[in-house]
């Protein structure tokens, strides 16, 4: 062998070692996917996420990739973006709602996919119980369902003399068949009337509340998915022109806008859920990690909306509530 083979050779050596040194150390950066039913743009749930992320160590571009994509509430896209993640091969597949979920779960039966929220994971069938999910699927439950009777009494409160409810929900999503389930119940027990506003796409939003107010509505209560919370700017703004004042179920919906809300703080939901992608990511398996229930439950009062549209809030209520929007 000649000098110059030999330099060749060697210089090939160093190359390639350096190559498969690169490619072991790109290796090592996880690669998750996160699946949302909304548009892109300021979202204080995502940035939550990626705060816990940064919390647990994990920044995003350099020690962990996230492929991010999203419907823009257009349902009928998430089987092809759920496919696509597992195209990508992702380590993980995280979602924001029952949607998303079912498109994620139906996609893969092998990449763990962590629910940042859902209303009845047992229920949609994702998991087997909480304590034991049994398959790929982990994450939250945000309990949107069983606080429909609290948020109804704090609606009574807010409208004094209030005997007819209006309930806005889309009968397409089962974790809203059983929210409204569990508002009917809730309503006989305070002794109020309930009227079914259906709406299962943006053309029905204007058709809900023209029904609200033939049947003299004067409150309405909104079960929440991925369809409302992605047209809540048209919602919001049919319930200032008619003038009713709106109970939700998180926090957004009244910055947003709405009068009130009541249930869980979802930003917490989905900063938790940056600690179950951590433990997949350290060998652990969605069917032995217990899905989770929400730790904090917040009143949301806006009470620049509630002026707006002639609703005086009880003093009693404003002292009740964690923030007061003005």
Avoid: C
């Avoid at 509505?217 to 909104?222: D, K, Q």
């Amino acid at each position: 062998m000649n000098r110059r083979t030999a330099i060749q050779r060697l210089a090939t050596f160093f190359l390639t070692t350096a190559s498969l040194a690169e490619a072991q150390q790109a290796g090592k950066v996880p690669r998750i996917g996160f699946l949302l039913g909304s548009s892109p743009g300021p979202d204080p749930r995502v940035e939550a996420f990626r705060q816990g992320l940064r919390d647990l160590g994990y920044i995003e571009g350099k020690n962990i990739a996230i492929e991010w994509r999203y419907a823009e509430g257009k349902e009928d896209r998430l089987p092809e973006l759920a496919a696509e993640l597992v195209r990508l091969n992702v380590e993980i597949i995280v979602t924001d709602g029952t949607y998303v979920t079912r498109a994620a779960k139906n996609a893969t039966k092998t990449i763990p996919i962590v629910m940042a929220s859902d209303g009845d994971p047992v229920g949609n069938g994702f998991v087997a119980s909480l304590a034991r999910p049994g398959g790929n699927v982990t994450g939250l439950a945000n309990l949107l369902a069983g606080l429909s009777g609290k948020r109804l009494e704090l609606l009574k409160e807010a409208v004094p003399g209030l005997s007819r409810v209006g309930v806005i929900w889309n009968p397409e999503n089962p974790s809203s068949v059983s929210g409204f389930k569990d508002t009917q119940e809730a309503a006989k027990a305070l002794a109020l009337q309930l009227q079914s506003l259906e709406v299962r796409g943006i053309d029905d939003f204007a058709g809900a509340f023209q029904t609200a107010t033939k049947r003299k509505i004067r409150a309405l209560s909104v079960v929440s998915d991925s369809l409302m919370f992605t047209n809540r700017k048209r919602l919001l703004d049919l319930a200032l022109k008619y003038r009713f004042p709106t109970m939700h179920t998180q926090s957004l919906w009244v910055e947003a806008g709405a009068v009130m809300s009541y249930g869980t703080n979802f930003p917490d939901l989905y900063r938790r859920a940056a600690t179950f992608v951590d433990k997949i990511l350290k060998g652990r398996t969605p069917a032995d990690l217990p899905v989770e229930q929400p730790m904090k439950f917040e009143l949301i009062i806006n009470l620049k909306t509630a002026k707006q549209i002639g609703l005086t809030i009880p003093p009693n209520l404003l002292v009740r509530a964690d923030r007061v929007i003005r």
